[in-house]
T-cell receptor, first 111, second 116 residues
Framework: GEDVEQSLFLSVREGDSSVINCTYT??????LYWYKQEPGAGLQLLTYIFSNMDMKQDQRLTVLLNKKDKHLSLRIADTQTGDSAIYFC???????????FGRGTSLIVHP | DVKVTQSSRYLVKRTGEKVFLECVQD?????MFWYRQDPGLGLRLIYFSYDVKMKEKGDIPEGYSVSREKKERFSLILESASTNQTSMYLC???????????????FGDGTRLSIL
């Protein structure tokens, strides 16, 4: 399997919560990141969590980290059409200081 | 705010041409990176640099080279462009690894390169 895995697609209704999941293999103590990519643009840093934390909340965004299971999730509350984008998880891999990106989850928000 | 600027948003070149993609960052970051992004494959690291004149191969360096003559500028070179190098190219920069681990990468808007 890959070092950082995400499901490729998620479809939600406007106003619902979205949960994007990511699993990784490396247990290094470091930061884990979520990036957002809108069409035709580069990646924008959305939020991050350090590996000794379980949860981080930032307005509509909640990051949950289960270090034992190496599972990271991003919850977006009250999802809006402007949240439609590709979301990338970035986690440590192979002991490198350069994070490895998942393949990205395309979030589609419909009315 | 960190600004990473890629010289072109769109570029069309012909097979066999030598192609230069330029990237400049304004935050005095030591680390700079070049990725390519293809549908369904995510981001793949081509080359990175952790200091001026230093470079390291990433996961897919074949067919590419890089140049880092100044701290703020990192160039990606396609020595002889081929159609399979048609892709979105993303440049990023970051601070050195701190006590907390790897630092966040800041990305440019990307260059969509087409090789005909």
């Amino acid at each position: 399997g890959e070092d950082v895995e995400q499901s490729l697609f998620l479809s939600v209704r406007e106003g619902d919560s979205s949960v994007i999941n990511c699993t990784y293999t490396d247990s290094s103590s470091t930061y884990l990141y979520w990036y957002k990519q809108e069409p035709g643009a580069g990646l924008q840093l959305l939020t991050y969590i350090f590996s000794n934390m379980d949860m981080k909340q930032d307005q509509r965004l909640t990051v949950l980290l289960n270090k034992k299971d190496k599972h990271l999730s991003l919850r977006i509350a009250d999802t809006q059409t402007g949240d439609s984008a590709i979301y990338f998880c970035a986690a440590p891999s192979g002991g490198s200081y350069i994070p490895t990106f998942g393949r990205g989850t395309s979030l589609i928000v419909h009315p | 705010d960190v600004k990473v600027t890629q010289s072109s948003r769109y570029l069309v070149k012909r097979t066999g041409e030598k192609v230069f993609l330029e990237c400049v960052q304004d935050m005095d970051h030591e680390n700079m990176f070049w990725y390519r992004q293809d549908p369904g494959l995510g981001l793949r690291l081509i080359y990175f640099s952790y200091d001026v004149k230093m470079k390291e191969k990433g996961d897919i360096p074949e067919g590419y080279s890089v140049s880092r003559e100044k701290k703020e500028r990192f160039s990606l070179i396609l020595e002889s462009a081929s159609t399979n190098q048609t892709s979105m190219y993303l440049c990023a920069s970051s601070s050195p690894r701190g006590r907390g681990g790897n630092q966040p990468q800041h990305f440019g808007d990307g260059t969509r390169l087409s090789i005909l």
